[in-house]
């Protein structure tokens, strides 16, 4: 198993901000202890989650699923606990500076799992048996960090392993099933079979169509087909036990906002961002529009820039292609960021057992221990064959979209941290600075130059209104204040999506209770801080060194990067 690690660049001159996790300086009398405990809590989620082991490059796991069962989710609660109480045990004085931000970190992202476990609880609230089936299969079809014969064998494993994960989603469920999951879960198991097929179709070339793997991995598809058919007769006949009330309500939702950790920010505070930010994008748009033809309306310049599209969805990749490529040379030659050695990003349409919930593009990182590993850039053709789809593939979007998940949104974010050694870090989930790193990118970008055009920036705001709606509907939707028709009435109105992306995009927020507002909380964050160390360091201050100090620090919370700009998390100091 090779970790592919890279040495974090020199920041250069900037202050503080550069200097990050280079020296590791004396170790303290404790470090030893804390690493054998975030390594057995790393081996303990490699054999809980398999699909995220196959994520992260440890292929040990990759012939299984989860164990699903009520009884081993409620075994894992314990185990956290339990972990959790380990650290609180853990004297901070006796670490070294980074094992002891470190153990901060595990301590927060111990306790927002939990809290998922707990209160949220999900997993008994939803089956979601397609996403985990879908990713594993997903992850080993795409990725070739092995050859196709092995990566198939252990296909094999997983579809076969399928039947069980499905019926213990079954049994799991409680009485608080939301019906809207069950629906989105139906149209998901629909589109599996013929990922199956696509499957053991490439099997046939490999193996040979008479060899025993074919076979077996006929029989197991075959068998998971079955399965899949009794799941989604099973969710049809029951959606009636299922109800609309998704939200976790106000005092649960200030709850989690408040384990977010994000600056002290509170729920009504995020929501006037949000308020704030939408009617700045707009009036920023429309000021946009009357500089393109003051003669036309909004409308109709947004419609003509939404027009400009390639013929078809073909033509669009190689357009997304290409717009990466100069988004990512543009980079280099500004100096905005370095660059981590080797990275690679390959441009993939969208699996179909995804488009429902991901109807524009999404980002895979990465795996952090595969050898030559590099990112996925998954791009949507449309939702449910939408006619007029191509159209928020326009160009200005493209291009847009481009510097958001690739370069230097988060490919490079999340190819950068994945070279950091820190197991602690691996595990923690920050939204805000990943998600708001790459809105973050959009307005940098276009501050040194790129894509700047007018048609270009009615898109960039076009997209900053899409996430402060984001923002809106996060905090009124999960303390309860508006229900999905409502919430889908206002994405369409503000955005100009068409009603099938708006309707894929509010399902999905539906059960992500938060992490929508991340996009462009994030970014807002993100401005905050880059201008506090300015006026900190003065004329220390060096962009490429703010963005790298925070770019090779891991996916840290924005609270925590800005500590790291500090000075802490370092042995050097």
Not at 21 to 36: A, I, K, S
Not at 224 to 230: D, E, F, N
Not at 311 to 339: C, K, N, P
Not at 468 to 484: K, P
Request: aromatic share 8%; proline share 5%; charged share 30%.
């Amino acid at each position: 198993m090779t970790t592919g690690l890279a040495s974090p660049p020199d920041a250069g001159d900037a202050g503080d901000a550069g200097d990050g996790d280079r020296t590791e300086g004396p170790r303290g009398p404790l470090d030893d202890q804390f690493e054998v405990l975030i390594k057995r809590r790393f081996d303990e989620l490699v054999k809980r989650y398999p699909v995220f082991a196959t994520f992260l490059g440890v292929h040990s796991e990759d012939g299984r699923l989860s164990d699903s069962s009520r009884e081993a989710t409620e075994h894992s609660i314990v185990d956290d606990r339990h972990f959790l109480a380990d650290l609180d045990l853990l004297d901070p004085e006796g670490l070294s500076p980074r094992m002891r931000f470190d153990r901060e970190l595990a301590i927060h992202g111990t306790r927002r799992g939990l809290f998922d476990l707990e209160e949220h609880r999900l997993w008994e609230r939803r089956a979601s048996a397609m996403d985990e089936i879908g990713d594993g299969l997903f992850l080993l079809f795409a990725r070739d960090f092995a050859p196709l014969q092995e990566r198939l064998s252990s296909m094999t494993s997983r579809l076969e392993a399928a039947p069980e994960l499905m019926r213990q989603h079954r049994e799991r469920v409680g009485h608080r099933r939301v019906r809207l999951w069950d629906e989105i879960e139906i149209r998901t198991a629909a589109s599996m079979p013929g990922f199956f097929d696509e499957i053991t179709a490439a099997a046939a070339d490999a193996w040979g169509i008479d060899s025993p793997e074919q076979a077996r991995l006929l029989q197991a598809s075959e068998e998971a087909k079955a399965a899949v058919a009794v799941y989604t007769a099973w969710l049809r006949d029951t959606l009636d036990q299922g109800d609309d009330d998704f939200a976790l309500g106000r005092e649960r939702y200030d709850r989690l906002v408040e384990l977010r950790e994000f600056d002290g920010l509170t729920s009504d505070e995020i929501l006037t961002i949000g308020e704030q930010q939408l009617a700045a994008h707009k009036a920023a748009r429309a000021e946009v529009a009357r500089s393109i033809d003051a003669d036309a309306t909004e409308a109709e310049v947004l419609a003509r820039v939404k027009a400009d599209h390639p013929a078809d969805f073909d033509a669009a990749l190689e357009a997304y292609r290409e717009s990466m490529a100069r988004a990512r040379q543009h980079v280099i030659d500004r100096d905005l960021a370095t660059l981590p050695e080797g990275e690679n990003l390959a441009v993939v349409p969208t699996p179909p057992y995804l488009r429902n919930v991901l109807p524009f593009a999404a980002y895979f990182a990465p795996a952090r221990f595969d050898p030559d590993s590099g990112g996925m850039y998954l791009v949507t053709p449309s939702v449910d064959g939408e006619p007029r789809a191509m159209l928020e593939h326009n160009r200005a979007s493209i291009s847009n979209t481009s510097i958001h998940e690739a370069y230097p949104g988060h490919h490079v974010q999340l190819a950068t941290a994945m070279r950091h050694p820190s197991l602690a870090r691996l595990l923690v989930d920050a939204p805000e600075f990943v998600e708001g790193w790459g809105m973050y990118s959009e307005q940098m970008m276009r501050e040194q130059g790129f894509d700047d055009s007018p048609e270009h920036l009615l898109i960039l705001h076009t997209d900053a209104i899409w996430r402060a709606a984001r923002i809106i509907l996060d905090v009124r939707m999960h303390r309860g204040d508006i229900d999905v028709p409502e919430a889908i009435d206002l994405l369409v109105e503000h955005t100009g999506f068409e009603r099938a992306n708006a309707t894929a995009e509010v399902h999905r927020y539906t059960s992500t209770p938060t992490y929508q507002v991340s996009y462009l909380l994030g970014k807002v964050m993100l401005l905050r801080l880059r201008e506090d160390e300015q006026r900190r360091l003065g004329d220390r201050f060096s962009l490429k060194a703010f963005h790298d100090a925070m770019l090779y620090a891991g996916s840290l919370p924005i609270s925590y990067q800005r500590r790291v700009l500090a000075g802490e998390g370092s042995n050097g100091r």
